[in-house]
């Protein structure tokens, strides 16, 4: 921590300054364009572009004219740029190639300042379809984390608040990138990463790419998101924020539940509070009558050392926060002029309080006689806390030739529920029941990823290089689940054994790292008739997850559980605790007692390795016709360690092993300078995660669903199909039209095991599935009235995505559909899948006073979320129609500027609903509860 002082001292220690700084982009390519002149009119004043493109040129405060120019290319004049004392003034500037120009052309236009435009730019530049969000676009909304602010993104949908599903695809066809390079997994029972845990203040942008190009990895067919952290600025920059959100119906709220905290839950760990208390291997078995003296008194000690709140605690709510600071600055070495060095630090904490009243949740089993009814409903309250940390910190030096970059992100997330629910058990298991469930979830993710970009020669090609090494950790941390028997009157509190299961305590780890190298080489080449460049790379990507579960039962003998009155903390108390006395039977000794220990099906080793080889051209053949065209081969392997249900053990075998070619063709037709007609064909696949491609019987012990491995999943493949229309116009104005369809072989999907086991769910291949859709934006400039600027940004889709039942569920589906007398289709939706997305945001700004004020509203239809089977129905999610308001005002100053927002989020007050479907009509609710309405205040304070 020393030297990390010391150099945030050498680099900050500059005097407060004015400069005009930006990036100058190749309009062919849209990437950087080094050696770039940049110069000041009039003036000796000027700057020559590094090798990300960018530049930084000291001026004292007016108004001026900047020349960018390099050979070959347009050379343009940006007139009218304004410097203000103590301001950063940051251009952006793309310069177009002039084929067999005999001297310069200059075009002369006005400044603009970065917003939204980069980010359009881009997309109007790629060789692939991109879609995504500036960090100007996030803060105009005022989200705190990717996952609030990805839901504007065209074609992209949010599950649980926190994962990503795009073009109505579920997770698995998405995929999560970091600055180019793939993540570990965070989540047993998802495939993407939890969107929550990104907060914004850490990165640039986020990019969402919808088809394929050759250096992009396969295993995608929904998009790839790629967030990309930010970059240090070229002068000294600090921000200090701070918001505080209050919900009428959760926050100060005397009725909240919650579990008691250890020391460090403030941060998102817990201290060892819930840390299992005896050595982890060990398996207890029930008292009997041979058991050692030995064995007996260390039964009874680990008993003791459990901890005894068994019952979630009732306190008052606190208010939902988040705080964030960044520093970040550039040094420029005196000697060349061309050597920078910069850095940028940046922390944030958040804390979220969520009290749901009115939570349901419910199973449901269909009789031929009766039809669907209700198997189990559990109502009640449900608490929860989360808390985030999170830290970057990042080095980069850079000269007009070489660019080097190390980065570390470190996040951590602590998510702490508790329940108290009142159960009610229908058909065979007829009862009443009071639960008791307490969980804490520990997550981390850390990762440093390294890249380094050269330019070789004169431009003669360029070398791209990433390294990334990354860890992900998940403790569930002591899951306590008490349920009594009771009736209606509350006359009386037993513990099963049947239908109420004995009180448990559940500890599950997952540890998973990965190892990403990736070398990208790029050759421009020039000929009579075209010009272009020939792209060609490898990567490697090796992942590792380690995965174990510890369950242990509370047995009270003899069963007489009556006497703890309904109470959960008596079955710990030191009173009821069993112990074996001289001289007697220890099944008549009376008192609670531990047993189990870890699962054998619940403990695995999963390792997976990705080698890739990828050759791409993109050619220009005319000025308006340009064509890309690549291949891509990947060797995937994964190899499996564990044991299944049969007693079957597994070591190190091959599950996967797939050799694949995988081809891609973009062509880009641009009749004019503002519009492109895209076309594009590419071949991706969908390999099972890590718990699919198994042999584990995994358990959620909130939803007390189970998941069943299938060692025998094949990888899924998809044929895609893009075609688009764009067209840019001024003031960050776009409009664009997008047909897509997909061909799914051997698709994916989580169904239900049998009849027999409603709340059991597997993996399993169908036979095909076909998903088609239509994508429209609009970002419109509605009305200008002096400095007053009224703008449309909406994004429509409407997709059909159906799926080809194999024979087994097909058949099971048309005996029900006889026994209804309905007919069925061979088809069904694909699970996952969303019908339509609507998003639409209105937003009004005052230039001169810095004011800005937005409606933001979106939706997402009906949704499969479990595909059914046998006597048990579809479950599909009800649309919820969100509608956001916010407000910010901007005070500046010579050296600190102010910000002040506020945010109402869910004005409509929507519920979130699932329900049970059979032959397309609702039957039963699944779960339901009200998230109500958050209002947030915010104040940011930037230093310069």
């Known amino acids: 921590m020393k030297y990390i002082s010391i150099l945030f001292f050498l680099i900050s220690f500059n005097m407060f300054s004015q400069s005009i700084t930006g990036i100058v982009l190749d309009g062919d390519y849209n990437e950087p364009l080094p050696f770039a002149n940049v110069s000041i009119k009039g003036t000796k004043t000027g700057a020559t572009t590094d090798i990300d493109g960018k530049f930084e040129i000291k001026v004292a405060p007016g108004t001026y004219t900047v020349i960018f120019s390099f050979i070959g290319y347009t050379t343009i004049q940006l007139s009218e740029v304004i410097v203000k004392s103590n301001k950063e003034t940051f251009l952006q500037v793309t310069l177009k190639p002039e084929s067999n120009q005999l001297e310069d052309i200059v075009i002369t236009t006005t400044s603009k300042k970065n917003s939204e435009a980069s980010l359009l730019n881009l997309q109007k530049k790629s060789i692939s379809l991109v879609d995504g969000l500036s960090i100007q676009s996030i803060k105009k909304a005022g989200d705190s984390d990717v996952a609030g602010a990805i839901k504007r993104v065209p074609g992209i949908s949010v599950q649980g608040g926190k994962y990503i599903y795009v073009r109505g695809l579920g997770d698995r066809y998405s995929k999560t990138t970091l600055n180019g390079m793939e993540l570990p997994g965070l989540d047993p029972d998802r495939n993407t990463i939890p969107m929550d845990i990104f907060p914004t203040n850490l990165i ?347 369950k242990f039962d509370l047995i009270y003998h003899p069963r007489d559980t009556g006497i703890f009155g309904g109470d959960p903390n008596a079955i710990l108390a030191e009173e009821n605790i069993w112990v074996q006395l001289p001289g007697t039977n220890p099944n008549s000794n009376r008192g609670t007692y531990i047993t189990g220990g870890p699962e054998r099906t619940n403990v695995y080793n999963s390792k997976s390795e990705n080698d890739a080889f990828y050759l791409s051209s993109e050619l220009k053949l005319s000025e308006m016709f340009k064509a890309v065209i690549g291949v891509r081969f990947e060797n995937y392997q994964l190899r499996y360690t564990g044991e299944d249900l049969e007693g079957n053990t597994f070591d190190n075998e091959l599950f996967i092993d797939d050799k694949d070619l995988f081809t891609n063709i973009n062509l880009i037709f641009s009749p004019n300078e503002k519009s492109n007609v895209r076309a594009s064909y590419y071949k991706t696949t969908a390999r099972p995660s890590f718990r699919e491609a198994s042999a584990s019987y995994l358990i959620d012990p909130v939803t007390q669903t189970f998941f069943l491995g299938n060692p025998e999943i094949r990888s899924a493949y998809i044929n895609n199909y893009d075609l688009r229309y764009e067209f840019f116009g001024e003031k960050n104005e776009m409009f664009a039209l997008s047909l897509f369809s997909k061909s799914f072989k051997d698709p994916i999907e989580i169904a239900v095991v049998s009849d027999d086991t409603p709340n059991d769910f597997t993996a399993r291949n169908n036979d095909k599935a076909t998903v088609r859709g239509v994508e429209f934006e609009l970002r419109k400039n509605l009305l200008t009235l002096n400095n007053l600027t009224f703008n449309v940004n909406s994004n429509v889709s409407f997709i059909s995505a159906k799926q080809t039942m194999n024979e087994d569920e097909y058949q099971a589906r048309l005996e029900l559909a006889k026994e209804a007398g309905v007919e069925i289709s061979r088809e069904r939706e694909l699970q996952g899948q969303s019908p339509y997305m609507i998003n639409i945001g209105l937003l009004a700004v005052e230039s001169e006073k810095e004011i800005e004020a937005g409606l933001y509203y979106n939706v997402q239809g009906p949704t499969l979320e479990f595909v059914g089977a046998g006597g048990v129905p579809d479950i599909y999610s009800e649309p919820f129609h969100n509608l956001d308001f916010s407000a910010s005002k901007v005070f500046n100053g010579k050296k600190l500027t102010k910000k002040i927002s506020f945010r109402a989020k869910n004005i409509l007050q929507d519920n979130t609903e699932s329900y049970f479907i059979f032959h397309k009509e609702k039957t039963n609710l699944f779960r339901s509860f009200s998230p109500g309405i958050t209002f947030s205040l915010g104040v940011s304070l930037t230093f310069k």
């Open 204 to 550: 640039e942008n986020i990019l969402v790419k919808k088809s394929a190009s050759s250096e992009i990895g396969a295993d995608f067919t929904g998009g790839t998101v790629d967030i990309n952290l930010k970059d240090f600025s070229f002068s000294p920059e600090y921000t200090i924020n701070f918001t505080a959100g209050y919900n009428p119906d959760m926050h100060f709220n005397s009725n909240f539940i919650a579990d008691v905290k250890s020391s460090s839950d403030w941060r998102g760990k817990d201290d060892g509070l819930r840390d299992i208390p005896f050595d982890q291997s060990i398996s207890f078995v029930r008292v009997n009558p041979s058991i050692s003296a030995e064995d007996a008194n260390n039964l009874t000690e680990s008993t003791r050392k459990l901890t005894k709140t068994l019952k979630p605690i009732q306190q008052r709510s606190d208010l939902n926060y988040n705080f964030g600071f960044s520093a970040s600055n550039g040094y420029k070495f005196k000697k060349d002029g061309e050597s920078t060095i910069g850095y940028i630090a940046a922390i944030g904490y958040k804390s979220e309080t969520s009290f749901l009243n009115d939570f349901y949740r419910a199973n449901v089993i269909r009789t031929p006689n009766d039809g669907v009814q209700n198997e189990l409903v559990k109502e009640g309250i449900f608490g929860t806390i989360n808390t985030y940390l999170s830290t970057l910190l990042g080095v980069t030096y850079k000269d007009s030739k070489n660019k080097i970059a190390v980065n570390f992100i470190d996040l951590q997330n602590g998510e702490s529920n508790a329940l108290e629910l009142e159960s009610q058990g229908f058909i065979e298991n007829v009862y009443w029941g009071e639960e008791s469930t307490i969980t804490y979830t520990e997550r981390n993710l850390r990762s440093i990823p390294i890249n380094g970009k050269h330019t070789i020669g004169d431009n003669l090609f360029t070398v791209d290089w990433k390294f990334a090494s990354s860890k992900s950790t998940l403790q569930d941390k002591d899951f306590r689940t008490t349920i009594f028997e009771t009736d209606a009157d509350k006359t009386f509190y037993l513990i099963g054994p049947n239908p109420i299961a004995s009180p448990s305590r559940l500890w599950r780890d997952l540890d998973e790292t990965s190892i990403v190298g990736k070398l990208d080489i790029e050759i421009p080449i020039q000929a009579s008739s075209f010009s272009g460049k020939i792209s060609l790379g490898a990567s490697k990507i090796s992942k590792e997850r380690d995965f174990n579960s510890r």
